[in-house]
């Protein structure tokens, strides 16, 4: 075994394995026809599922062709004879120098209405946006919403979250409409009839303080956790992603969904925005020339201490043939004995201890950097799907290692007033591995000052101009940056999005 991992690992650190390395599931069915429209392609590439662009991008099937060249890497953008995107925010995209067969990335950006769940006894047909709940006059609820999807090992899990995951926070936030309206605290329990008006359901607790309470759960009932909105809807964003991957991992077989994706999706409801990662894409907001990170990569290195924490708890996970301690470099077997540097789940330092013999098993994380990988095989620990990854030519599931749950961070619009040069900036790691927070910041200013403030084509060529210099130039050493550094040869996509609002923008 510790051959095989050997051998994992000299590919990956001489470029010959994939970063993200999965199979495809065996004996998969036919896949299902694809209608032809734009952003639909002619068959499924390697990792399953169907090659496709985002809907919103409206290519032709010559621009298509041209987006899935390798050679030329045409960065392609919304047209600006075709609709808007909400908000008039900017996207753009360029595939990879040759990592993957196609572009692993996808991207979504819809308004989607919430509106209230219905009782078990009624089933209405599904309707549009009416701006009033029925019988109530209380409005349905609306939210904005982006979403950026890194695929690695096949693209199919990427597809399937672009797709859905919108959907299943609409899902979640059906039971909060009329509470997330009220500002009174929220209930502790909803009533079986989750229509009952807000008034009623703050009654439940008061009819239940009338009630005679023995002396010794008096201080238990004062003493209740306040509860706010805002935990609400975070709540029901981290439990939506639970349920995207629940669904990606029932219908993998049956959807073609090979391999995972990191997910960075934004949702902005009632004046505050969400900004929910898992993986290592990345968010930040550029405000009147201040950065905030509104994102944190989650990496074998950001989250050791989880890993190793989980390793030790649950040894069997390990297969016999990892170690959840970690040392400076591989130990060799004449060290037997000796005092060596390590840490573990508890230490942030280092210390010294006595190399024994299941210290010599290959470490559970190794290799700094972009390079660190779980057990030798992937460099994301967050993100959706990889139920069937394994590490390499063995039986050693990788997934447990992995957490669907993103962070989410709240970034309240109604407390500053913002000018059209503000903006969240969202991007996947193909930017950001090679353009640091203060370059891109640079960038969007910079293009934003030669157009006027109302224009809403400026956004779209702030992130089409920070693809491009992400990008590089193609010469005879690769893809070249300015600086004739290493441009990125992954795939890049990008939203940028002002942060004044569709009531600002024309």
Known sequence: MLGRVRTAVAQLVGGLGPAHGAQPPRDSPA????????????GPPAGGGFFSRPAFLQ?????????????????QSPRESCRRLPWSTGYAEVINAGKSQHNEDQACCEVVVVDRRCSPRCNPAPKECTGEAEGQGRKDLCFHYWGLFDGHAGSGAAVMASKLLHLHIRDQLRDLVDILQDSSPPPLCLPSDSRALPAERNRAPLAQ????????????????????????????????????DDQIERERTTRLVAGGCCALAVVYLLGKVYVANAGDSRAIIIRNGEIIPMSREFTPETERQRLQFLGFLRPELLGNEFTHLEFPRRIQHKELGKKMLYRDQNMNGWAYKRIEEDDLKFPLIYGEGKKARVMATIG????????????YNSNIHIKPFLSCVPEVRVYDLTQYEHCPDDVLVLGTDGLWDVTSDGEVADVVTEVLMNYEPNDPCRYTRAAHELVVRSRGVLKERGWRLANDKLGSGDDISVFVIPLGGPGNYT
């Open 59 to 75: 290519l032709t099937s010559e621009e298509l062709q041209r987006a899935d060249d390798h050679a030329g890497r045409a960065v």
């Open 31 to 42: 896949p299902p026809p694809v209608p032809p429209g734009p952003s639909a392609c002619r």
């Open 209 to 244: 303080a009338d009630a005679e309470l023995p002396n010794d759960a008096l201080p238990r009932f004062h003493l209740e956790k306040a509860v706010s909105h805002e935990s609400l809807v975070i709540g029901a964003i981290e439990n939506a992603f639970k349920r995207m």
């Open 380 to 391: 994301v620990t967050r993100g959706l799907g990889d139920h069937d990854l394994k590490v």
